[in-house]
């Protein structure tokens, strides 16, 4: 193919060895960077966190010591594990039903394109790229039950305040606001590209058929949205289930622990007590529980995918 | 009514729905304007002004909060902070990724994409636990090369995901006409192939640095005094007893700002960062 240039016949330098090297094995070559990078900062710091999970240690004391499935015992007696998965289930299970609702109700709004639409879609996503920290915290303000504008909006209407943040029963559904606030944006975004790509004969057959605008979407949209749907909460439940920023900026999980997600909590026992090796349990435990989940919706989505 | 409707049928149910569109509109614009104009309000109230009930929503503006957060809290040295290490991970991120992007688009290597599904999966926290262990062995709390380091564990998934579907538009026979006129592989990469992807190139960069900029987590524990990052400055604004609020709405509105502006100009591509792919099979 390649016509033998004269350099070749000399001594072949360093340099064009890597290049006809890189040349031959592209496919080795350029993901391997990234690939040991990824390693490096990924894979075994996830090994470390497994060993600790088997381990006793207060960072700073000594060294690890393997105590076996003791951590994992220990899981069943600690009440703030079951509070944690409580208030995990609570704010999750509401934050992303609310989530993907609304997230399609404003998708299907916006698929009818309409003078405007385009700005009103900029500034209603203005939320997801906000930095979370800096809008929970005026959250938190607003949020405040005597002196805060929600409050004062909200009687000034004539309709009763609430104590949002400041007491147990509240507070999970306030910062149930806050995160679908910040992230329904999302959703919709994913499901409004899901609208877009869907095909257009079932919508003429219907349409011919004499379907109305509900039937149409109840028989023909949703079904067909459904694998996106689903890929959509998949993808929203990655960091909902692990919320962090939100929770410990508005209430770092109380009054009391009626905020403390299992997630927090673990972060609490491994930077709060510095208990390395319950804190890597636990964290253990948040993974299998977001995987199983995801495996669990997985299978949904490849379901009603062949549909 | 039915007669009126029958006669003018078309245009009424037009500027009926119309309306019912732009009802719709201010909903949907109405609770983000209002955070980012309270945030905005709270940064130029004095503390007093922020803590007196009725809240206020008329008042004389005062730009001293901003003096305040650049004067006393130090706040131009968090901003250049942040604006390093989002650099340096966006950077990285870009040099790494982008052949790992390319050779996954061309080769059809879908395995390296569980690699990067694992480490979106897995909590934060179980990095940083091991991180914050081997940095304190190594003496690489509060540096810049500990926060760049974890950043990439965010930022480096992201833009090979965004990357690999701009480089499976860009045409092979592009390349096999470079290569038959005898460019090297890393040649015809350079020359021909970033080039044509440029768009996307500039997309991921603003993106892989909006995220490194909003991260909170890995900072908190790892920054310290000297590399201490936006959102750890302004959340330490509430830590020591007594709440500024003031201060907290000028920094928040300096903090969230920059990354509003980026984010418009990417808000199409934004959510393929965050899919991974997941809507194209």
Known sequence: MRTVPAETTRMKTAASKISSFVDRRQALVYPAPAVIGLFLIVVIP???????????????????????????????????VLNGLKVMIYFSGLSLTLELVLGLLIALYFHREFKGSEIVQAIYIFPFAATPVAVALIWRIMLNPEIGVLNYLLTSIGLPGSLWISSAATVVPA?????VWKWTPMITLIVLAGLKSLPNDPYEAARIDGANTLQIFWYITLPLIRPVLIAALMLRSLDNLKEFDIIYTITQGGPGVASETLYLYSYKVAFGFFKAGYGSALMVVVFLIVLVFNVVMNRMRLSAQDI | MGMFFM?????????????LFYIGAVALCLPPVFVFVWMILTGLKTGVQNISYPPQFIF??????????????????????????????????????????????????????????????????????????????????????????THLIITLPMVIWLMISFF?????????????????SLQSFRIIVLPLVRNGIATSAIISFIFSWNQFLFSLILSGPKTKTVPV???????????????IGAAATLIVLPVSIFAFFVRKSIVQGLTMGALKD
């Open chain 2, 60 to 149: 004389s503006p005062t730009l001293e909060n901003f003096r305040a957060v650049f004067a006393q809290y130090n706040f131009f040295k968090y901003l250049m902070n942040s604006l390093i290490v989002a650099s340096l991970a966006t950077g990285l991120s870009l040099l790494l990724g982008l052949p790992a992007a390319y050779s996954i688009a061309k080769y059809r290597q879908g395995r390296i994409g569980v690699l990067i599904l694992v480490a979106r999966m897995t909590p934060f926290v179980s990095y940083l636990l091991p991180w914050y262990i081997i940095f304190r062995y190594l003496n690489l709390i509060d540096t810049y090369t500990a926060l760049t380091i």
């Open chain 2, 168 to 184: 499976e538009s860009v045409p092979a026979e592009l390349e096999d006409a470079a290569m038959i006129d005898g460019c090297s």
């Open chain 2, 233 to 247: 400055a302004v959340y330490n604004f509430i830590s020591y007893g007594k709440i500024d609020w003031a201060g």
């Open chain 1, 46 to 80: 996830i090994g470390y966190n497994l060993y600790l999970a088997f381990t006793k240690w207060t960072i700073g004391l000594g060294d690890p010591r393997f105590i076996g499935i003791d951590n994992f015992i220990e899981l069943f007696r600690d009440d703030r």
């Open chain 2, 7 to 19: 006669a003018n049928g078309s245009r009424i149910t037009k500027l009926f729905r119309s309306t």
């Open chain 1, 175 to 179: 910062l149930v606001m806050v995160d």
